[in-house]
């Protein structure tokens, strides 16, 4: 179990370091394996935004960007980023900043300079050049909330700390943020925030049917059916950055609300673009010689020792571990139903294993 100490304190704050924190953890049975900040060291690193992008009059690929961070006059910097453009906030080293180290080792210096014959008075960062992830296709895009001249670090809590905690097979209330935080309150007394969580009432009258004919399996099934929704809608910065920091990247705005909410409270859940389903669904055993073609690309063959939901035509999911692909969304997805539902532990324990895979 993965995530950053921030997300842990905002529901339980007890006042201890970040180290006696950890080894309370540890002491309490939740071994922290590790440590670690959640981005190296850099110095002299701002949001800036950029005024204006425009083409290098001596290179194809290189802009010569106008950039606000902060001070009285623009900075000129030479940017060879393919979402370099006007409108934007990224960060900015400045002249004097010091990056994370290259592949070399050494820590890397911004020293003013030229490219191709125009002046650069600085330089904006991807994400893999502060060492914050492997991405380097383009500027890291920084939310347009931010003000420029702030801090990066600052800004993007990059002194926080990422935890990695073991976990034994009879501490899987620990596999989420919140369990973890009510385990240190326990150990701590602190107390436990717990956000209230208003009940959202159905704005449609539509329902799926859905019979639970294996109560060995399943001991609640909940769903609902949710209209209209927009695929392309982008994933909130935070949550992008929350996620990161479990170790789960970014897919899409659906698949990242569905990572959060069990990351955070340990609840899975599962989305099915609601037009791929025929007819209701059925939580049951699998039958000798079904098969189904999961998310990750691998087809499984099943047999009654192994949970499946299934509609009218075939197998969609395997219960509790992963959906199908048949039904999974997509960019054209209108409609979904979310399910979440609980799995009694034996039902599910060792299956994934067997399939050679994990989520």
Known sequence: MQFPESWLREFCNPPLSSEALA??????????????PAAPPFTQVVVGEIKE??????????????VDVGGEALLHIVCGAPNARAGIKVPCALVGAELPPGEDGKPFRIKLGKLRGVESQGMLCSARELGLSEDHGGLLELPATLLPGEDVRAALQLDDVVLT????????HGLSVYGIARELSALTGAPLVTPEIPAVPPQLDDTLPV??????LCGRFSGRIVRGVNTAAATPAWMVERLARCGQRSVTALVDISNYVMFEYGQPSHIFDLDRIHGGLAVRWGRAGEQLKLLNGNTVTLDDTVGVIADEREVESLAGIMGGDATAVSDDTKSIYIEAAFWWP?????RSRRFNFST
Not at 166 to 171: D, M, Q, R, S, Y
Not at 211 to 216: G, L
């Open 23 to 36: 080894e309370t953890l540890t002491m309490g049975g939740f071994e922290v394996e590790e440590r670690r």
């Open 53 to 66: 992008a425009v083409q290098h009059p001596n290179a194809d690929r290189l802009r010569v960007c106008q």
């Open 165 to 172: 905690i073991k976990l034994t097979p009879n501490l899987a």
């Open 211 to 216: 019979r639970v004919e294996a109560s060995d």
């Open 346 to 350: 034996e039902a599910v324990q060792g």
